[in-house]
């Protein structure tokens, strides 16, 4: 069982659609997955309950008191936990950090996107040290344009700030936005590829245990992330 929690002090960032990758690639393996949504606006459930085709167990949690025993709960359940927080400084954040094995911190090309995640990335370290565990945490970019000035920018920003950035970027893509409409997590292309290579990371960092080597490694098509 492996619990990734999706966050940001900053609205906007990408993190519905790096969930909806996530659990496109991980359920098309046959995997079970739960996701809780602690998030105000829903986004993520109602995509799931509404136009996605795939059959997983949504739990909308606003009451931040029931944050804990909702993860836990669906930890008996479930391979994988997808928790998608609420934007800006929530103690339901804070709980739901504290139950994950992995914090994603998804950014755009922004100096505030960067700024907003490094608040983010001290609040898990600050969650860890108060929850006395290791709570490992990964940036990722998303809605990325490669080979930009301003690609180049944040790349530098982020490490100066000696932020850990996974090497799987979420491009601006018509099929991310597309999805949205059609409840389909692509399967082929660069946006299909991206997905698969996204999980294939996780799972080399040491999480998803319960996915084999051989399925995390099976990529949908060659793809060379470009800066």
Not at 6 to 32: C, E, N, P, V
Request: charged fraction near 20%; include cysteine; aromatic fraction near 6%.
């Amino acid at each position: 069982m492996s619990t990734i929690t999706l966050a940001t002090t900053k609205g906007g960032a990408g993190k519905t659609t790096t969930a909806q990758m996530i659990i496109g690639a991980i359920h098309r393996l046959g995997y079970t997955i739960g996701v809780i949504d602690c998030d105000e606006n829903q986004t993520l459930s109602r995509w799931l309950n509404n136009t996605s085709k795939m059959a997983i167990e949504t739990s909308v949690v606003l009451d931040e008191s029931m944050v804990v025993k909702e993860i836990q709960k669906f930890q008996r359940k479930y391979d994988c936990v997808i928790v998608d927080t609420p934007a800006g400084y929530h103690q339901s954040t804070i709980f739901a950090m504290g139950c994950s094995d992995l914090v994603l911190i998804p950014l755009q090309l922004s100096y505030g996107d960067v700024a907003e995640a490094d608040k983010t990335y001290r609040l898990v370290k600050s969650t860890a040290r108060m929850a006395g565990k290791k709570i490992k945490a990964r940036l990722i970019y998303t809605d990325y344009v490669p080979k930009t000035k301003i690609a180049k920018k944040v790349r530098k920003a982020v490490d100066d700030l000696a932020l850990p950035a996974l090497k799987t970027r979420l491009h601006h893509l018509v099929a991310f936005k597309d999805l949205t409409f059609t409840g389909n997590v692509p399967k082929k292309g660069t946006a299909g590829a991206q997905g698969q290579l996204l999980v294939q990371e996780i799972h080399n960092l040491g999480f998803l245990a319960f996915m084999s080597a051989q399925q995390a490694q099976s990529v949908v098509v060659p793809f060379k992330e470009a800066s």
